[in-house]
């Protein structure tokens, strides 16, 4: 067997690494390194800048995770927006949700799409639905265009650092604010509440634009064996409000409302921490 390794590394003093059996695609496009490869015990995954965004074992965690919270808070979701989340992952949840009406993919780097439509159909099939339209622009410029039109905004980005260092500052998420509709529901992946030096920036930078607002936890393996995090804001609904009639039309392998109200109960010190 090939012993070939990929390793992330999370600090200077902390790496993760995981066999890989084949390099199946790698290209540099104008924003970033992109790579998909295949592990024994992964699955497919796709790699930007030598970071590692979803395997195509555990992708429902997070992909779950980052769309059923908000969607299930809002009553009603129908304009849906995902910034960054090229790979189809979220949208592919978000259209699970029969009230959503359309979803604006808002992606900065097409070739993420077109890698992802050749390589992970499991998540990219989504894109191809009617309901979906896809925009390869910044979504920071995009985001300061809109007022008041969406149900739900989801920041499926890259760790802070490049084109997504902007997506955690406290102007971003009040652009993303003024999208939002007067009950509108921001989720962003915040990283490892452990190990990432802005997690407890981006929880501060949402809890100053929004009047609810917290951090919630889950466990996807494919980036640390322990906690990572998403951070909700919402203008109006409690974030352990769930709209349990609709769970009926919607299948999921993660997500319960047990779990959406679970992963809001955080752990003493990272309450501490916010
Ligand atoms: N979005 C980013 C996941 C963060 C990965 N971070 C890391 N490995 N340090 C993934 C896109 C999935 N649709």
Known sequence: MLDIWFTENHTEGYKVSWRIDKILHSERSRFQEIAVVESPDLGRALLLDN???????FEFIYHEMIAHVPLMIHPRPQRVMV????DG?????VLKHPTVETVELVEIDERVIQVSKEWLPQLSSALNSDRVKILTVDGLQYVKEKAAHYDVIIVDCTDPGGPSL?????DFYQDVYNALTEDG??????GSPTFSP???EAVKGIRQVFPCSSP????EPSYIAGFWSFTAGSKKYALDTVNQDRMAAITT???TPEIHRAAFVLPKHIQEQI
């Open 83 to 86: 910034i960054g989340g090229g």
């Open 253 to 255: 392998r993660y997500y």
């Open 216 to 219: 919630y936890l889950t466990c």
């Open 89 to 93: 992952g979220t949208v592919r949840e």
């Open 198 to 200: 802005h997690f407890v």
């Open 51 to 57: 970071t590692v965004q979803t395997t195509t074992r």
């Open 166 to 170: 902007a997506l955690f500052t406290k």
């Open 185 to 190: 529901i921001m989720v962003s992946q915040t």
